[in-house]
């Protein structure tokens, strides 16, 4: 189970594995966003997911500003150490920018298996400080190998708390890729005082002919959507202290104004937990 540091970023073999006529889950979010770095496959299947529900584009926003706010706050506690798994396509408003802010000395790990990451992945070290950006290729269906690269490389150091994000990334694991057993080897590896940041797609508030519109759209693409639901989400906090307000829908965490009509059933619930 190996794995590829940002320094291969420049590996010709990337160009080959970027499957552009294959939508990709991370490009198609990218593109909810309004982010460029898409193929025209991934803006097709987006837009068919849009007809199906348009309210994905706005589940995107309310998810990072869910991620701003949880991270600021991780790193308000103390913690100066993160790793991002499964971060998706670089775009505003990033963990390292997000952490940095509060701690400019805070270390920032991305982990992720798409090659169109790592093409990033110098545009991430931009900038200049005592703070460090790495990025590495790894799978969070493996989540050995996630840590056997993060140790390899020296770059967290495991015996200090550590914020583990996993931002709409575990709703593209079907229940065969053991999802929590992934949550649970992770938090394995990091002592008492690291915090979960996660947020994870629900089918909840969804009728289900549009959630099997949705579903069939993913079906085609690199990865499935797989909601889970609020209970099945907080199952991945078991043995943690949640934060107030405990799991919530990403509007509804901790909001900084006055949330949105609607904001009770935008499809995606996110929460922060610190390990005991």
């Not at 931009?126 to 790495?134: D, K, L, M, V």
């Not at 289900?208 to 690199?222: H, L, P, S």
């Amino acid at each position: 189970m190996g794995y590829k540091s940002m320094w291969e970023s420049g590996d010709p073999r990337i160009a080959a594995d970027l499957r552009p006529d294959t939508p990709h889950p991370a490009r198609m979010y990218d593109y909810y966003l309004g982010g460029k770095d898409n193929f025209p496959a991934d803006r097709a299947a987006a837009e068919k997911a849009l007809a199906a529900n348009p309210e994905f584009r706005t589940t995107a926003r309310a998810n990072r500003g869910f991620l701003t706010r949880a991270v600021r706050c991780v790193a308000g506690l103390g913690v100066d150490q993160f790793l991002d798994v499964g971060t998706g396509i670089p775009t505003a408003g990033n963990t390292h920018q997000i952490a940095q802010a509060v701690d400019p000395a805070a270390r920032v790990v991305y982990v992720d298996n798409d090659p169109i990451v790592l093409s990033h992945a110098r545009a991430l070290m931009a900038g200049s400080g005592p703070g460090r950006t790495t990025v590495l290729r790894a799978d969070l269906r493996e989540p050995a190998a996630v840590l056997e690269a993060v140790r390899a490389e020296g770059l967290l150091d495991f015996s200090r708390p550590v914020g583990l994000v996993l931002a709409a990334v575990l709703h593209f694991l079907r229940d065969e890729d053991e999802p929590y057993r992934a949550v649970a080897t992770l938090l394995a590896a990091l002592p008492p005082g690291s915090h979960l940041v996660l947020s994870h797609g629900t089918a909840d508030f969804i009728p289900a002919a549009v959630r099997d519109r949705v579903t069939g759209v993913y079906d085609k693409a690199t990865a499935p959507l797989v909601g889970r639901s609020r209970e099945q989400v907080r199952e991945f906090f078991d043995g943690l202290e949640l934060l107030e307000p405990g799991v919530v829908t990403v509007p509804l965490w901790r909001p900084e104004g006055e949330p949105a009509p609607g904001a009770e059933r935008v499809s995606m619930y996110g929460a922060v937990a610190r390990k005991i």
